[in-house]
């Protein structure tokens, strides 16, 4: 899921609490907020010391590994 690609990139999760994510065990309550509630997602953005610019370089990180883990699959299956 998509917990497990985040963990795959090192990034830090940050959720809410609803039972999905609280009974994950790779979730600690410690990077919960309350959902619904954007003043408790705002204090945990800020614990992290949230940066934009940093989290959409991530996001970019991302994208361009899993393009390279597509084509690399893609070829494998061309070769056979």
Known sequence: GILYSALATNCSIITSDIPMFK??????????????????LLRLLKSFNFNIHQMKKDKADYNNQY??????????????
């Open 23 to 40: 009974s994950n065990p790779m979730v600690g309550e410690e990077n919960m907020f309350k959902s619904g509630d954007s003043a408790d």
């Open 67 to 80: 393009k390279d883990l597509i084509r690399a699959a893609y070829q494998k299956m061309m070769d056979n």
